[in-house]
């Protein structure tokens, strides 16, 4: 794969619609550092398996994947009857909408997509096919527009030199461009304000180690990483001045699921007096989910924990294995939710 370097920032293509041959096409991250693949999906089977198999993940990514994988059936689908057309239009929609639960993005997109069927109830088959492919687009493109701009938007609570700590991967692979957490360090570093970045390693799919530490080192981004359990020395050391996460969802009084270990990180910054930022688009934020206790944990196979990164096993056979993707971080440890349309919550 070929890699375009732009103003220090690595464009690695996430997901992509190869509207010539009716495909998407996403970059396998569960192959990632060690390789850079390309897989390209032709049925809603495909995309079901690379969202739920974490081929694509980032919750705007996969809101984007969904919607490209919608438009993308509904072009193959042979057939002009409206009310067939329809009907496999919502099962496919329901399909895909249960690859993951927590993401919101993932519904979110799949509503839009929606809404412009109900906008043109009276328009032929070709006419929808055309509709629902411009929407998908128009959602990749809004989301890359959203991430500048929440970079823009976060770069006023940070200055030049200050240590950074992020959690999981929420930059340019987890979304259309930029990121989310990850878009004021990528913005930060074209205009040359030298960020130290910690990443932790982010247990157990290592989305911080495989994904965060080598984008931002692509990017030539100062970047350490560090394990999960190491943040509170890294913080106590006073090598950390803010810590940056993304979000999968947002209550609507603030509370926030993100990467299991999201919590625990925004604990000990509120022990030792770093503000804790969540980044993310105004698609993230639910609101009618009242309070993270409304939020389902997607939970996750044993596998992930006991051997899926190891060459053999490393727990013993038959142990019990509870292995949540997300957990919820009370809005009152949050300093500020910052989205492409500036704050949504501030706690002072």
Wanted: net charge negative; charged share 25%.
């Amino acid at each position: 794969m070929k890699q375009e370097q732009a103003n220090g920032l690595l464009r690695l293509k996430t997901v992509a619609f190869n509207e010539a041959r009716d495909a998407v096409v996403i970059l396998d991250q569960t192959q990632l550092p060690r390789r850079e693949s390309y897989l390209t999906l032709t049925t809603a089977e495909d995309v079901w398996e690379a969202i739920k198999r974490l081929k694509v993940r980032g919750a705007p990514a996969i809101g984007i994947a969904a919607a490209y994988g919608i438009a993308m059936c509904m072009r193959r689908w042979k057939g002009e009857d409206r009310a067939a057309f329809l009907a496999e239009f919502e099962r496919v929609k329901t399909y895909l909408g249960g690859a993951r639960p927590t993401a919101v993005n993932l519904t979110a997109a799949l509503e839009r997509m929606a809404r412009v069927m109900r906008r043109h109830p009276d328009a032929p088959v070709d006419e929808w096919r055309r509709l629902l492919t411009d929407e998908a687009l128009a959602i990749r493109a809004d989301d890359a527009q959203a991430c500048r701009r929440i970079g823009e938007n976060a770069l006023a609570f940070l200055r030049p030199g200050m240590g950074l700590l992020t959690h999981c991967n929420a930059g340019h692979l987890a979304v259309s461009e930029y990121g989310t957490a990850l878009s004021p360090i990528y913005l930060g570093q074209e205009r040359g304000y030298g960020f130290k970045v910690f990443a932790d390693e982010t247990r157990p799919l290592l989305q911080g180690a495989r994904l965060t530490a080598y984008e931002l080192r692509e990017a030539g981004v100062d970047v350490t990483l560090i394990c999960d359990n190491m943040a509170s020395l890294v913080m106590r050391q006073g090598w950390v001045r803010a810590v940056l996460v993304g979000c999968d969802r947002v209550a609507a009084n603030g509370d926030v699921a993100n990467k299991i270990g999201t919590s625990g990180l925004a604990i000990l910054a509120h022990h030792y007096g770093i503000p804790f930022y969540v980044l993310g688009p105004t698609s993230t934020i639910d609101t009618r989910c009242a309070t993270g206790a409304d939020i389902v944990i997607e939970e996750r196979q044993p596998e992930e924990v006991t051997e899926m990164w190891y060459a053999h096993r490393m727990a013993p056979e038959g142990i019990s294995v509870y292995n949540p993707a997300f957990d919820v971080t009370p809005h009152e440890l949050i300093r500020a939710i910052i989205t492409e349309e500036g704050v949504f919550y501030e706690n002072i």
